[in-house]
Nanobody, 116 residues
Framework: QVQLVESGGGLVQPGGSLRLSCAAS????????MGWYRQAPGKERELVAT???????NYADSVKGRFTISRDNANNTVYLQMNSLKAEDTAVYYC??????????WGQGTQVTVSS
């Protein structure tokens, strides 16, 4: 079994920054993709950013230029640096891991609230 533990969420003012971390542990096979998704109240879960084992990244249009995803392969950790935060970025952020066998794992989520 694989466990994903997120940290770094919280309350921040508009224009501020936060850095999310997600550490994977357990019976980890070859990791294919790690990423972040978010779900705001009353909305469906949506992709924020992903990063493949070779380093290729993908971002939602709404966060391009503001968020940066990075990865520490040696420690099975993925980060999301969020700058210029907006009220519409408020959501629960979930870490995701897909291994080379297409097994899909999710973290418990961490709340990000952008408010003055």
């Amino acid at each position: 079994q694989v466990q994903l533990v997120e940290s770094g969420g919280g309350l921040v003012q508009p224009g501020g920054s936060l850095r999310l971390s997600c550490a994977a542990s357990g019976s980890i096979r070859s990791i294919n993709v790690m990423g972040w998704y978010r779900q705001a109240p009353g909305k469906e879960r949506e992709l924020v950013a992903t990063i493949r084992s070779i380093g290729r990244t993908n971002y939602a249009d709404s966060v391009k230029g503001r968020f940066t995803i990075s990865r520490d392969n040696a420690n099975n950790t993925v980060y999301l640096q969020m700058n210029s935060l907006k009220a519409e970025d408020t959501a629960v952020y979930y870490c995701n891991l897909v291994d080379a066998w297409a097994n899909d794992y999710w973290g418990q989520g961490t709340q990000v609230t952008v408010s003055s």
